[in-house]
């Protein structure tokens, strides 16, 4: 990563260790370009086209004063004679994850957001997307236009799907090869914190997705330069990234200096970090926990709440507990049980890993609702085995687990990117949004969904390989065919199609069933800043009661409750309680005897008054 250490009575910027540190003397600029490289005999560095052998030090670090470099001059590193190799911690992209990178002066842009102090995960709505299919133009910039939307809709938080450089010009973002460079098809790095500084602007916190389990197939060089990757464990992916095998020191810190530099540099809240399952580490101090330590110390110098928000498969509430208390330090987590457990209720589906969720669906929602996770210790069919360790609901507050209704994975690994709304009626797609927004989690919301978005989101590739392009299209095809699905209904990965049809149209928000969608999720929202016991996170004080035979489920938070019949025909549901006020409903209950009588499908949030 390319910066600049500007003397002569000019600012000083420092940071830990990058390739390129630059020097004015008088008019003229020297650069010490840096890399590590512990395996390769020899080292050169070629910028703008002219080559500077390196010299090594004892810890695999090569070093080269370079005269003139500076902002936009492009370089590469020649590994023994070999070809030139982007740098591993390039900050810069532009002609792509195999071509040269190019240097990067983070001083050079003008922020506008020297009042904004920040977000914190408690009391926040999340919102989730994907920057080449939240607009027709699939930008940075082009997002930018949507923001007023998030404003009015009522969001705190802008999750964004990975932008690191991946190879060619559509993805998901989760084949990564340059972690420290901004894709550039979005806009680069310049355009990531024009969208920052607007978000902020308004109000908007914004969450990167990062992704340190893995690298993509295409554009990796890392293993060139050194031992970045281990045999010592295995993931899905092959050989897991080395966090504590020899030469880990290295590679933890490249980890841990990326999650700065977005932070820092880029002004980003939060991080959103993918699959830390996969993240093997058998070190005395686990690399989350190291991780969680360095942002607290960064928040501390910043002075603005940073936060770290883990997917992980485990479930073990060790994921959410304080560095201090023997846990790994996550601000927060995302909770797929409590998403299983909705989809399934909601849905019926019970193939894969919603099959123990669809065994007593009712009661997935209940032990999800009020304890986070299903698989607490239980046996999971899926995996074959116990699974996971009970969330202590006295100890650990519902705001630490995100709750939604869909994500881009339980939408996107489908196999023809269907959202939840396409295949239910109405009415139970806002009883589903009404339990997540009404839940002790921090709610989470995936783009489109608040109004019922028409277009699917499907996976996409652009893979310039045609071998790996061709290996990834068949693997798809041959992933759902063994649920059913015939091989020409599955949409092509490589088809710019499928990038189409994934793309939101906004202008459908203006049609009746969008646009009462849309107000349900308003009024949701609303509702739950205005009512301080829709939010509140103690997981000890929800409580719920419900009738599997006849579909209905009441929730009960403080005063209030949410009072569900998923039935497909109206019937009464009791309630304890000497009056109802109806705060908010999807269709108009009737007073009935002990109760409500609520309407096919539909979702009320009453005040109840005790009796006396």
Same mark, same amino acid.
């Given at each position: 990563?390319?910066?600049?250490?500007?003397?002569?009575?000019?600012?000083?910027?420092?940071?830990?260790?990058?390739?390129?540190?630059?020097?004015?003397?008088?008019?003229?600029?020297?650069?010490?370009?840096t890399?590590?490289?512990?395996?390769?005999? =020899?080292?050169?560095?070629?910028?703008?086209?002219?080559s500077?052998?390196?010299?090594?030090?004892?810890?695999?670090?090569?070093?080269?004063?370079?005269?003139?470099?500076?902002?936009?001059?492009?370089?590469?590193?020649v590994?023994?004679?070999?070809?030139?190799?982007?740098?591993?911690?390039?900050?810069?992209?532009?002609?792509?994850?195999?071509?040269?990178?190019?240097?990067?002066?983070?001083?050079?842009?003008?922020?506008?957001?020297?009042?904004?102090?920040?977000?914190?995960? &408690?009391?926040?709505?999340?919102y989730?997307?994907?920057?080449?299919?939240?607009?027709?133009?699939?930008?940075?910039?082009?997002?930018?236009?949507?923001?007023?939307?998030?404003? =009015?809709?009522?969001?705190?938080?802008?999750?964004?799907?990975?932008?690191?450089a991946?190879?060619?010009?559509?993805?998901?973002?989760?084949?990564?090869?340059?972690?420290?460079?901004?894709?550039?098809?979005?806009?680069? #790095?310049?355009?990531?914190?024009?969208?920052?500084?607007?978000?902020?602007?308004?109000?908007?916190?914004?969450?990167?997705?990062?992704?340190?389990?893995?690298?993509?197939? =295409?554009?990796?060089?890392?293993?060139?330069?050194?031992?970045?990757?281990?045999?010592?464990?295995?993931?899905?992916?092959g050989?897991?990234?080395?966090?504590?095998?020899?030469?880990?020191?290295?590679?933890?810190?490249?980890?841990?200096?990326?999650?700065?530099?977005?932070?820092?540099?880029?002004?980003?809240?939060?991080?959103?970090?993918?699959?830390?399952?996969?993240?093997?580490?058998?070190?005395?101090?686990?690399?989350?926990?190291?991780?969680?330590?360095?942002?607290?110390?960064?928040?501390?110098?910043?002075?603005?709440?940073?936060?770290?928000?883990?997917?992980?498969?485990?479930?073990?509430?060790?994921?959410?507990?304080?560095?201090?208390?023997?846990?790994?330090?996550?601000?927060?987590?995302?909770?797929?049980?409590?998403h299983?457990?909705?989809?399934?209720?909601?849905?019926?589906?019970g193939?894969?890993?919603?099959?123990?969720?669809?065994?007593?669906?009712f009661?997935?929602?209940?032990?999800?609702?009020?304890?986070?996770?299903?698989?607490?210790?239980?046996?999971?069919?899926?995996?074959?085995? %116990?699974?996971?360790? #009970?969330?202590?609901?006295?100890?650990? #507050?519902?705001?630490?687990?995100?709750?939604?209704?869909?994500?881009?994975?339980?939408?996107?690994?489908?196999?023809?990117?269907?959202?939840?709304?396409?295949?239910? %009626?109405?009415?139970?797609?806002?009883?589903?949004?009404?339990?997540?927004?009404?839940?002790?989690?921090?709610?989470?919301?995936f783009?489109?969904?608040?109004?019922?978005?028409?277009?699917?989101?499907?996976?996409?590739?652009?893979?310039?390989?045609?071998?790996?392009?061709?290996?990834?299209?068949?693997?798809?095809?041959?992933?759902?065919?063994?649920?059913?699905?015939?091989?020409?209904?599955?949409?092509?990965?490589?088809?710019?199609?499928?990038?189409?049809?994934?793309?939101?149209?906004?202008?459908?928000?203006?049609?009746?069933?969008?646009?009462?969608?849309?107000?349900?999720?308003?009024?949701?929202?609303?509702?739950r800043?205005?009512?301080?016991?829709?939010?509140?996170?103690?997981?000890?004080?929800?409580?719920?009661?419900?009738?599997?035979?006849?579909?209905?489920?009441?929730v009960?938070?403080?005063?209030?409750?949410?009072?569900?019949?998923?039935?497909?025909?109206a019937q %009464?549901? #009791?309630?304890?309680?000497?009056?109802?006020?109806?705060?908010?409903?999807?269709?108009?209950?009737?007073?009935?005897?002990?109760?409500?009588?609520?309407?096919?499908?539909?979702?009320?949030?009453?005040?109840?008054?005790?009796? &006396?």
């Open positions: 990563m390319a910066f600049f250490e500007v003397l002569d009575m000019e600012l000083i910027v420092s940071e830990r260790r990058g390739c390129a540190q630059g020097r004015w003397v008088g008019s003229s600029a020297v650069t010490n370009m890399v590590w490289a512990p395996l390769p005999r =020899s080292v050169t560095v070629v910028v703008d086209g002219a500077f052998a390196m010299e090594r030090s004892d810890d695999g670090w090569w070093s080269a004063h370079v005269p003139a470099a500076a902002h936009g001059s492009d370089y590469a590193f590994l023994d004679d070999g070809p030139p190799l982007p740098d591993p911690r390039s900050r810069w992209q532009p002609r792509g994850v195999h071509g040269p990178s190019r240097v990067y002066d983070h001083g050079g842009f003008a922020w506008t957001d020297g009042s904004w102090r920040g977000t914190a995960v &408690p009391g926040a709505v999340f989730e997307l994907h920057i080449g299919t939240f607009t027709e133009g699939g930008t940075l910039d082009a997002a930018i236009e949507r923001l007023d939307h998030l404003v =009015s809709l009522g969001v705190d938080v802008v999750g964004l799907m990975p932008v690191a991946f190879a060619g010009d559509a993805g998901w973002g989760y084949d990564g090869a340059h972690p420290y460079a901004v894709h550039e098809p979005y806009g680069g #790095p310049d355009a990531l914190k024009r969208l920052v500084d607007a978000c902020h602007a308004r109000g908007l916190a914004v969450c990167l997705d990062v992704v340190y389990n893995h690298l993509g197939p =295409s554009g990796n060089y890392l293993p060139q330069f050194g031992p970045y990757f281990t045999e010592k464990h295995q993931t899905p992916w050989a897991a990234v080395n966090l504590d095998d020899e030469g880990s020191t290295e590679v933890r810190r490249w980890v841990i200096d990326n999650a700065l530099t977005w932070m820092r540099d880029f002004h980003v809240d939060a991080l959103r970090l993918d699959a830390v399952h996969a993240l093997e580490d058998d070190s005395p101090v686990h690399v989350l926990a190291e991780l969680s330590r360095e942002v607290d110390a960064l928040s501390v110098a910043v002075r603005r709440p940073l936060s770290l928000v883990a997917e992980s498969d485990l479930n073990q509430p060790t994921t959410v507990l304080p560095v201090d208390g023997g846990g790994l330090g996550m601000t927060a987590q995302w909770s797929d049980d409590f299983h457990a909705l989809h399934a209720l909601l849905t019926g589906e193939q894969g890993y919603y099959a123990d969720f669809a065994e007593a669906p009661e997935a929602l209940t032990r999800t609702l009020t304890g986070a996770f299903f698989h607490d210790g239980r046996h999971s069919s899926f995996r074959g085995a %116990p699974w996971g360790a #009970p969330v202590d609901r006295s100890r650990v #507050p519902g705001w630490r687990f995100l709750g939604y209704l869909q994500t881009h994975d339980q939408v996107g690994n489908r196999a023809l990117g269907d959202r939840i709304g396409h295949g239910l %009626p109405a009415g139970l797609a806002r009883v589903g949004a009404a339990l997540v927004l009404t839940s002790p989690f921090t709610p989470m919301l783009m489109g969904e608040e109004w019922g978005a028409s277009t699917p989101w499907q996976y996409f590739t652009s893979h310039e390989e045609e071998a790996l392009a061709e290996a990834v299209r068949a693997g798809r095809r041959r992933e759902f065919a063994a649920h059913g699905w015939a091989a020409e209904d599955v949409p092509d990965p490589q088809d710019g199609a499928t990038v189409a049809a994934s793309t939101l149209r906004w202008e459908e928000r203006s049609e009746e069933r969008h646009a009462s969608m849309l107000g349900w999720y308003r009024a949701l929202i609303s509702l800043r205005s009512e301080p016991e829709l939010s509140d996170p103690r997981l000890d004080r929800v409580a719920v009661v419900c009738d599997a035979r006849a579909r209905w489920v009441v009960t938070r403080g005063s209030l409750r949410i009072v569900a019949n998923l039935a497909a025909a %009464p549901v #009791p309630l304890e309680g000497e009056a109802y006020e109806v705060l908010l409903a999807s269709q108009p209950p009737t007073r009935a005897a002990g109760g409500l009588t609520l309407p096919a499908e539909a979702v009320v949030i009453a005040r109840v008054t005790p009796r &006396p």
